[in-house]
């Protein structure tokens, strides 16, 4: 890992819950393919979140059948957050605050909440 996914990842336990983990990646990247034949037909689904160029490389290099599976575009939220801070001001002064603690769920969560505050008060 880099310097700051190191720091981060000790600092919020996700390494030492990682090491302790029952669940080997392969199996992980079954689940979460099993999880998405479930809900999404192949190749529908983009990627989609916050800043999620980590994530897609970590897809891509430890997950290839999920990445297979998804949708080729990505959707980064970070991007358009970007764009409205430098075209409208007023409606990123607005945007729903984050945790930061770069755990999945609440990241999902949170990458959700924002992407429908742009869409309610940008894309209208």
Request: glycine share 2%; net charge positive; proline share 4%.
């Amino acid at each position: 890992m880099q310097e700051w996914s190191t720091l981060h990842h000790t600092k919020t336990g996700l390494t030492a819950e990682s090491k302790i983990s029952k669940i080997s990646l392969k199996e992980a990247e079954e689940m979460l393919l099993n999880f998405l034949k479930k809900y999404i037909p192949k190749g529908t689904c983009p990627l989609a979140g916050n800043t999620i160029c980590m994530d897609r490389i970590f897809l891509l290099k430890h997950m290839p059948l999920v990445t297979d599976y998804l949708h080729y575009r990505i959707i980064d939220v970070s991007t358009i957050k970007e764009v409205v801070r430098r075209w409208n001001p007023v409606i990123y002064e607005n945007v729903p605050e984050k945790k930061h603690n770069h755990r999945a769920l609440s990241d999902v969560k949170e990458s959700i909440k924002e992407l429908k505050y742009y869409k309610e008060h940008i894309f209208i």
